[in-house]
Antibody, heavy 120, light 107 residues
C-alpha cells in the first residue's frame, strides 16, 4: 500500500532553516510528482511547490522563491523540503503529497504531516 | 493565480441532512477540480477528483459536479463521520490553489 512517512516535529529559531523528509513506499517513487503543502495553525491549505522525482525538476510558489528547496534521493525513495530564513509565521504543519499527473493532478496520498514551530 | 471562493465558510447540519458546498474559480479550469476532507489533527483525504469522479473507497453519498468555473460537492445524507472541514483545489494550473475551507458542524 502507498505510504508517505514524514520526519518528526521540529522547533527552530527565527532565521534558521529546517529540512523535512518524506519517505515513499508502495509505489514507484519516480513515477509521480511530489508536492508540498503547508497549513498554519487553524488556517487553510497553502501550496508550496513540486518536485519531479524522476528528473529532479522543481517548481516553487512565488511566495517561497529564494528560500525553499525541494530535493530527492531516488536510492531511498525520499523527498525533502528545506525552508530557510524561518519566521514566526512559518509555523505550520508541512505535508508531502503524491500527485497523479496522469489523471487530473489530484493529490491522492498525503504524508502524516510535520509540525515546524518557529519560536525564539 | 486562480482564486478559489468556497461557500459557505461554515454550516451546521443534522445527521441525515443533504449538504451542498460550492466552489467558484476566478478563471476557467475545465473539470480540474478536486475535493478534500480534513478532520482535526489529520491530513486531508481526497474525496472527489476531476470534478465528479469518486476516489476509491469513498462512500457514494459524496458526489461532485460542475465544470468551467462553478463546482459543487454534495453529501446526500450526512453521517456522523462526515463532520469535518472540506476544501476544493484546482489542479488546472500552477500555482495550485485551495478554497478557504468549509467547516461542517453538528446542529
Amino acid at each position: 500500500q502507498v505510504q508517505l512517512v514524514q520526519s518528526g516535529a521540529e522547533v527552530k529559531k527565527p532565521g534558521a532553516s529546517v529540512k523535512v523528509s518524506c519517505k515513499a513506499s508502495g509505489y514507484t517513487f519516480t513515477g509521480y510528482y511530489m508536492h508540498w503543502v503547508r497549513q498554519a495553525p487553524g488556517q487553510g491549505l497553502e501550496w508550496m511547490g513540486w518536485i519531479n522525482p524522476n528528473s529532479g525538476d522543481t517548481n516553487y510558489a512565488q511566495k517561497f522563491q529564494g528560500r525553499v528547496s525541494m530535493t530527492r534521493d531516488t536510492s531511498i525513495s525520499t523527498a525533502y523540503l528545506e525552508l530557510s530564513s524561518l519566521r514566526s509565521d512559518d509555523t505550520a504543519v508541512f505535508y508531502c503529497v503524491r500527485v497523479d499527473t496522469g489523471s487530473y493532478g489530484e493529490s491522492d496520498y498525503w504524508g502524516q504531516g510535520t509540525l515546524v514551530t518557529v519560536s525564539s | 493565480d486562480i482564486q478559489m471562493t468556497q461557500s459557505p465558510s461554515s454550516l451546521s447540519a443534522s445527521v441525515g441532512d443533504r449538504v451542498t458546498i460550492t466552489c467558484r474559480t476566478s478563471q476557467y479550469i475545465s473539470n480540474y477540480l478536486n475535493w478534500y476532507q480534513q478532520k482535526p489533527g489529520k491530513a486531508p483525504k481526497l474525496l472527489i477528483y476531476g470534478a465528479s469522479s469518486l476516489q476509491s473507497g469513498v462512500p457514494s453519498r459524496f458526489s461532485g459536479s460542475g465544470s468551467g468555473t462553478d463546482f459543487t460537492l454534495t453529501i446526500s445524507s450526512l453521517q456522523p463521520e462526515d463532520f469535518a472541514t472540506y476544501y476544493c483545489q484546482q489542479s488546472y494550473s500552477i500555482p495550485r490553489t485551495f478554497g478557504q475551507g468549509t467547516k461542517v458542524e453538528i446542529k
